[in-house]
């Protein structure tokens, strides 16, 4: 039996080190390389020199990477709130009693498998050209410029076309939330005479709660990595109001000669993923418990 | 019990049907640019929602010939399939051995924690890093971008596939152990069809996400020549200048394929989706 | 029979995988053929007409050296991934501009002062990139081909219809916008979405209004952007009072249709957007005047620099090869198939006309009436066409004094590497003395 087990354990290590290998080569030893230039202020070509922690320093003296960050945080904080409200609202509709139900959540799908980029696009042309003549028409004044050509309004146009996208996979996910509360609740609670508002809060929400844990990890993470869309609809402009983190450490890093000081910024936008990721999913279980 | 037949909500359809529009519009609107000739582009709001004069597939042609279409819709094929084929394999049997060996090792409960940990890796911070050492191992090409989304993609499907491996009980690899199969054989005999529901998953999860990928390729192959469907879109901004018909059937081109895949596979996706998220 | 089947399956994908990555490889070794194989990278798309004739021709007449030359979209940010990759093409085909300058101090070029065609550049180009070198250095590492000007290009014909003169001053100037305005037309479009262009005006505006050496003095300590920048930040606003409403909404190939299709009767931008316009309306009349910076003609200067040039990479294995091609391309013949597609001014000594969409500002040409774009020692990092948009949509009182302000603090802060490089150079000088 001995000998059995060590056969068993010979082909799960021959399994196992390869893949670990291939995971430290493409994920840990880059990201290692990132920390070690983010102490350099190498261009990304030709020759560099260590200079110790300057970049950091500078990251937090640098107004146009606090300005993505704030950008960032705030399209995130927006975008999730957004599409979970919306997710959850379309979710119980989706599940009650409609017609043409698989049709509809079919089609509600649609928005999340396009890709992102060539949606941005799309997006562009109709707030660049079809808005505003809707504007112009009906004199609507503040349909009437461009909400991209806007540097108070632009990451509007950028979480629309984000919450567009991204509230189909959400909704998908609690509609899958509310298929795991049992009939017989409802018909309890209905019993008890309590209203339907009462009962959604009361009894459908709590049940649902783990489903809320992983929908505002899931959201939270992909908004904050905000890139296609930045790339398609407004590159960042106008004056720098719509530059994500990602879009900037790719804009500056790749083609600005930014490469050491980028990867810092890398750096710390990691360490700040881990730590709201972390964060959220602590409260969130503290929650779930409470209810 | 007898289920009770609930009463059609009506009123809740129609809101729904109508709510559809938000997701049509664009999609509409993309259509009749698309077709439309670049003298239709008038500033009233009728003509702008209006159907073209003709429906003429001449951008649509010329879009193609433009983009290099068939390349680039090969190249994202290509580098679709193969990497949810190899995810399949590879982060199947990485899952069951983690998930297996975590339940009497502690070095696997590290391994474990270690590559499901990867998930919270940006890509920001991995990319000009790995700008430089895919070029130096050859892999600045689609050979490069697979082996990428294989490593991205490991730790949810990992997590996946260890997760959906409580449900298969350990008596049935026991079994076959007796009865003198290797654990190799084992695997792909018993475990690995057994997985079938997390295959579908995972492949629909991975796919989603490779197919409509541009910050990889964008940054591990430009300059090759080599496009992906999403890549060429960007890349060929500056050809279609001003001519947002031209642009705009490129794009409905750049969409079509993942819409019929959708219409053929929806179930399926939705299911894919929904048990990816309950699951992990 | 199941397990058999997946490694058939995983068999034929490693294959597949196998052959797509056979498909890539390339660089300048020789080819299946026994050519050698050259590949020139240009960072001009719109030029990827006349650079495809001129490949064609190349290849026709050499039976040794098989040319490519490839004019990617984005070519800047494509051929910097490229060098992080350590991947070099043999020749670059770039702009006079800081990119140059990084290039040059990252060594990444060779001397080709040995070519004998760099005896017959003018000398005036020659000097414009030793003044793109950090550091002096020994040698000649770019064959100027081409120059620009950056002015204000203008609709001929609306012009003719309306009776307007093309101004030579400030207060002309202002005077045909009112006129233009009140006519009923839009006297400048503008394409502000895409902010590189905020630069044209701006650095039309700023060799007329400051010194050429502008940068350098603030990098020797002499003086500040404060000081020197001020009348080129407040003719830059006062530029939109004539534009269309909200041109931050509006992208450079918005801005190019839009005058083509004669929406507007001047658009500021180099003469490099001219293929590009023309490309929407091949009959239109296009001209183009020096910026009228000043309110004394005599102090305008226009804005001229290299548009293109070339450079051999160490990285290139075939130097021989490499150096045929630049003496195929800086034959007379070869320049004049570019600049018939192309438009402006060749950089070789020769009899080369002067377009005739360029023709008003002959003068300044022939009198050496020139400076080159201040935006060329503006480290891209830096974005300075981004804080011009920010300043420009910025409208509170003190918009000028804040956004200078800021110019100086990020010039000091994103050239320290350089500053300190160069006082280093000056000390090393002086020591050595």
Known sequence: ?291 | MMKKKQKTNLVLTIVLILGTLTVFFPLYMAVIIAFKKPSEMTNDVAGALSFPKQWSFENFRQAMEVTDFWRSLGNSLLITLVTIVLAILIHSIAGYVIGRGMARRKSFRFIYLYIVSGMFVPFSILMMPLVKQTAHMGLGNRAGVIVLYLVFYMPMNVLLYSGYLKNIPEALEEAADIDGASTWTTYWRVVFPMMKPMHATVAILTALGTWNDVMTPLVIMSGTGQNTLPLAQLNFQTQFGTNYNLAFASYILALIPIMIFYMICQKQILNGVANGAVKG | ?433
């Not at chain 1, 996910?173 to 018909?187: A, D, K, M, N, R």
């Open chain 1, 1 to 291: 039996m001995k000998k059995k087990m060590s056969n068993r354990d010979k082909t799960f290590w021959a399994v196992i080190i390869p893949v670990v290998i291939l995971f430290f080569a493409f994920n840990t030893l880059p990201m290692i390389k990132g920390v070690i230039y983010s102490f350099t202020n190498y261009k990304g070509y030709g020759t560099y020199d260590y200079v110790g922690f300057r970049n950091y320093a500078d990251l937090f003296t640098d107004s146009r990477v606090g300005k993505s960050y704030l950008f960032t945080f705030k399209y995130a904080l927006a975008g999730t709130i957004l599409v979970n409200v919306l997710s959850l609202i379309m979710a119980v509709g989706l599940n009650s009693a409609i017609r043409f139900k698989s049709a509809l959540r079919g089609i509600y799908f649609v928005p999340n498998i396009l890709g992102g980029l060539v949606i941005g696009y799309i997006f562009s042309f109709i707030f660049t050209y079809i808005l505003p003549t809707v504007g112009n028409v009906f004199h609507i004044g503040f349909l009437q410029n461009s909400i991209l050509a806007s540097e108070k309004y632009a990451w509007i146009g950028v979480l629309i076309v984000g919450v567009w996208q991204a509230v189909a996979m959400n909704t998908i996910i609690y509609i899958s939330g509310l298929q795991t509360v049992p009939e017989e609740v409802y018909e309890a609670s209905m019993l008890d005479g309590a209203s339907k508002w009462k009962q959604f809060w009361k009894v459908t929400f709590p049940l649902v709660m783990p489903f809320v844990t992983i929908n505002l990890v899931l959201s939270t993470k992909n908004f904050l990595m905000v890139f296609d869309q930045i790339m398609s609809l407004t590159k960042g402009g106008p004056a720098q109001s719509t530059e994500s983190i990602s879009y900037l450490i790719y804009k500056n890093g790749m083609d600005g000669g930014q490469f050491g000081f980028q990867s810092a910024n890398a750096v710390i936008f990691f360490i700040v993923i881990v730590a709201i990721s972390l964060f959220q999913m602590t409260v969130m279980n503290k929650k779930e418990e409470q209810l």
């Open chain 3, 1 to 433: 029979m199941a397990k058999r089947n997946i490694f058939r399956g995983l068999a034929a994908v490693l294959a597949l995988g196998m052959c797509m990555t056979g498909l890539a490889g390339c660089g300048s070794e020789k080819r299946a053929d026994g050519k050698t194989e050259i590949e020139v990278v240009s960072y001009k798309p719109e030029a990827v007409k006349a650079f495809e004739k001129i490949e064609k021709r190349f290849n026709e007449t050499h039976d040794d050296i098989h040319l490519t030359i490839s004019s990617p979209n984005e070519a800047m940010t494509i051929l910097k991934t490229r060098f992080i990759r350590e991947d070099y093409p043999d020749i670059i085909a770039i702009g006079g501009d800081i990119n140059y300058s990084n290039f040059l101090d990252a060594d990444l070029f060779d001397d080709i002062s040995d070519l004998d065609e760099v005896q017959t550049v003018k000398q005036a180009y020659l000097d414009m990139d030793k003044e793109l070198e950090f550091i002096p250095k020994d040698g000649t590492y770019a064959l100027p081909y081409v120059a620009n000007a950056a002015g204000i290009l203008y609709n001929k014909d609306l012009f003719e219809e309306n009776g307007w003169k093309v101004p030579t001053t400030w207060q002309e100037f202002t005077t045909l916008c009112n006129e233009i305005k009140q006519s009923g037309t839009l006297p400048l479009y503008l394409g502000f979405k895409d902010t590189w262009t905020c630069l044209a005006p701006w650095n039309a505006l700023a060799v007329g209004l400051t010194d050429s050496d502008t940068c350098n003095q603030v990098n020797m300590g002499n003086t500040t952007f404060s000081d020197t920048y001020g009348p080129v930040a407040e003719k830059m606003r006062a530029l939109l009072d004539y534009a269309e409403k909200n041109p931050y909404a509006y992208g450079y190939n918005d801005a190019c249709t839009a005058f083509a299709r004669g929406e507007a009767a001047m658009y500021p931008i180099g003469s490099y957007a001219i293929p590009q316009i023309k490309s929407v309306n091949p009959d239109m009349n296009i001209g183009s005047f020096t910026f009228p910076a000043n309110d004394n003609e005599s102090d305008n200067v226009l804005n001229s620099g290299i548009d293109l040039q070339f450079s051999v990479m160490k990285a290139c294995k075939n130097k021989e090869a490499a150096y045929e091609v630049l003496k195929y391309l800086y034959d007379d013949e070869t320049i004049q198939i570019y600049l018939d597609d192309q438009g402006g001014i060749a950089c070789k000594d020769g009899d080369f006309a002067i377009p005739e969409t360029l023709k008003d500002m002959r003068p300044y040409i022939e009198n050496n009436r020139m400076a080159d774009y201040q935006d060329h020692h503006y480290p891209s990092e830096m974005s300075v066409d981004a804080m011009i948009q920010t300043f420009l949509l910025d409208t509170s009182d003190n918009a000028q004094e804040k956004f200078l302000k800021k110019f100086d603090s990020d010039w000091k802060r994103y050239n320290r590497d350089l500053i300190r490089k160069v006082q280093d150079y000056q000390k090393e000088q002086e020591d050595a003395q």
